[in-house]
């Protein structure tokens, strides 16, 4: 009887075993698969791009696959990743990171430092469009590649010439909070409100209130005949310029991070 429970505790040991071995989890320093997606030599092929990117062009570049954000949105899962773990080169943390969240089926690229300037918005959504479809196809080694090939290209591109942040923490009814804050914009509300009516009151003064239609009956004027003569005609023809989505080709959008750190990034399901 004891042989027959040691035998069957075994068999139960070597299948938890072997279970535990098939989700292992092979990781990196900068590639981190926490539900065993990639195998081990994708991990090792992942790193070894990643770090070339990082010799060639000074910028960190992170892959987390997850399916805990511990309670946090995919964009501020990946800032503090980023940041807490300490990721990012030189004295602006440069660098980005592609957030695979499984369990909300999104993915999520935070850009920092001068990684901000290089991955606009819109190439972001390329590198998106890219990426989202590989893992619709469950190719997470694919897509992974696909997100460093771009990281590579846009990173030898560098810069664009028409770049330009746009901080999306601040809007126009911030700004007028802002400024309703600010004392002084009274004492100025208030002089021009007292030069407006000062100039209305003694430009009425003296003027002549009488004209042609003072003493005129009403409804003793009426025409009798109307025309209508054409002397010339010209046309004006002004060309429309489209704007792309997310304000232009140039723009990448900034936001803060619980670290007060600057992010750009942008996501989307897949």
Excluded at 64 to 76: A, E, H, L, P, Y
Aim: charged share 20%; proline share 1%.
């Amino acid at each position: 009887m004891y042989k027959r429970v040691s035998i069957v505790l075994l068999i139960f040991m070597f299948v938890l075993l072997a279970a535990q071995i098939g989700v292992y989890a092979y990781n990196s320093e900068n590639v981190i698969d926490d539900l065993g997606y990639l195998t081990e030599t994708e991990v090792t092929n992942l790193q070894s791009s990643i770090d070339r990117i990082k010799e060639n062009y000074r910028l960190d570049t992170v892959i987390v696959i997850t399916d805990n954000t511990q309670g946090k949105s995919s964009r501020d899962f990946a800032d503090d990743y980023f940041d807490y773990n300490g990721y990012g080169i030189g004295s602006d943390y440069s660098g980005l990171m592609l957030l695979i969240n499984m369990n909300k089926r999104d993915v999520y690229i935070s850009t920092s430092g001068k990684a901000i300037d290089i991955f606009t918005d819109r190439r972001i959504d390329n590198i998106l469009d890219d990426v989202a479809e590989s893992l619709s196809n469950r190719d997470y080694y694919q897509a992974c590649c696909e997100f460093i090939s771009n990281v590579k290209s846009y990173a030898y591109s560098g810069v664009p010439s028409n770049q330009y942040r746009v901080n999306t923490n601040r809007n126009y009814f911030h700004n007028v909070l802002s400024m309703l804050k600010f004392f002084p914009i009274y004492i100025v509300a208030l002089i021009i409100s007292v030069i407006a009516t000062l100039v209305v009151t003694f430009s009425s003064k003296g003027k002549i209130t009488t004209n042609c239609v003072t003493y005129e009956e009403n409804g003793s004027f009426a025409l009798s005949e109307t025309r209508d003569n054409y002397i010339r005609e010209s046309t004006v023809r002004t060309r429309i310029q489209s704007s792309s989505s997310g304000g232009g080709s140039g723009r990448s959008s900034t936001h803060r991070s619980s670290s007060g750190r600057s992010h750009g990034g942008g996501g989307r399901r897949f």
